[in-house]
């Protein structure tokens, strides 16, 4: 089983202003095609993976033979990633845009203390990463009595940077909203305006589908 490139929601040009049609085009059918392309070429080396999920294989990352780790972590971290991303956003004035609600909010606000301190925080996290690599939401899970019959998993949310194309689930965390950083995400627009792309990225987040991955 190959893995394939996911179809988007919306146009290339359907986030306009805040992410122009020209930067989807490449980042969607080249650079994430590339992505899958190379995983699946290291993957034709052990046909017994190919039953894993892509999940499956970033969260069992040690457990991939040696000889080609290095790409399944790079390769596959990429297609997750970028898979995550294209559906954490949506058009402006629909979906995109505006703050979370429900449980996701109270959370945020439970953590953070606003959602405009966690905008400082995760922006703040984002404008310290040198180089290429993502910046993230994340849930750090943990288990809670079972003794208790109302024990549920505990939501815990941590703002973190991974560099390249490394996964959170790789380290056991729980990815709901992650921010592609990597030139080619945002140059032709803004070249090295990197703060400039980060607050119009806000304008087309899909909280809908952040509270979903939240209640997941």
Known sequence: MKFELPKLSYG?????????????????????????????????????????????????????????????RNHGGGHYNHSHFWRIMAPHGKEGGGEPGGMLSETIIEKFGSFADFKKSFNASVTGVFGSGWAWLVIDGKTGDKRQE?????????????????????????????????????????????????????????WPEVERNFEK
Not at 14 to 23: Q, V
Not at 157 to 172: V, W
Not at 195 to 204: G, K, V
Request: aromatic letters at 8%; a negative charge; charged letters at 30%.
């Open 12 to 72: 290339y040009d359907a986030l306009e202003p805040y992410i122009d049609a020209r930067t989807m085009e490449i980042h969607h059918a080249k650079h994430h095609q590339a992505y899958i392309d190379k995983l699946n070429e290291a993957l034709e080396k052990h046909p017994e993976l190919n039953e894993r999920s892509i999940e499956e294989l970033l969260e069992r990352i040690e457990s991939i033979p040696e000889d080609i780790r290095t790409a399944v």
């Open 150 to 206: 109302t024990s549920k998993i505990e939501k815990k949310l941590k703002i973190i940077t991974t560099p390249n194309q490394d996964c959170p689930i790789s380290q056991g965390l729980t990815p709901i909203l992650g921010l592609d950083i990597w030139e080619h995400a945002y140059y032709l627009k803004y070249q090295n305006k990197r703060q400039e792309y980060i607050a119009s990225w806000w304008n087309i987040v899909n």
